[in-house]
């Protein structure tokens, strides 16, 4: 059974900075052989892709709202994907989800979209205050 466990949310004020974790765990259930994203979903919104790294090389992706302010990295030894958030801004506020995906991506090509990934974490709450 896999199971990916979000922590790290919390109450920040904007400007700040905060760090998620995701650990993934499972008999034989490894990160490395998956792409993993962070999605995010707002009160009243629709979930959104935040970032993304792929199995195959590491390469990384993100939305252009948190490009440049956002690092994705993972740290396949320990199952465990992070998220770090630099410069957070009130619009930031959301319940932050981690997914794992197993399709092969290459060259411009990214898993985006929350069908393209089948395991999902349980969500922490990321509040920025004004």
């Known amino acids: 059974q896999v199971q990916l466990v979000d922590s790290g949310g919390g109450l920040v004020q904007a400007g700040g900075s905060l760090r998620l974790s995701c650990a993934a765990s499972?008999?034989?259930?490894?990160?490395?052989?998956?792409?993993m994203g962070w999605f995010r979903q707002a009160p009243g919104k629709e979930r959104e892709f935040v970032a993304t790294?792929?199995?195959?090389?590491?390469?990384?992706y993100y939305s252009d709202s948190v490009k440049a302010r956002f690092t994705i990295s993972r740290d396949n030894a320990k199952n465990t994907v992070y998220l770090q958030m630099n410069s957070l801004k009130p619009e930031d506020t959301a319940v932050y989800y981690c997914?794992?995906?197993?399709?092969?991506?290459?060259?411009?090509?990214?898993?985006?979209?929350?069908?393209?990934?089948?395991?999902w974490g349980q969500g922490t709450q990321v509040t920025v205050s004004s």
């Open positions: 997914a794992a995906g197993g399709k092969f991506y290459s060259g411009p090509n990214y898993p985006v979209h929350a069908n393209e990934y089948t395991y």
């Open positions: 499972g008999r034989t259930f490894s990160i490395g052989r998956f792409n």
């Open positions: 790294t792929r199995w195959n090389g590491g390469s990384v």
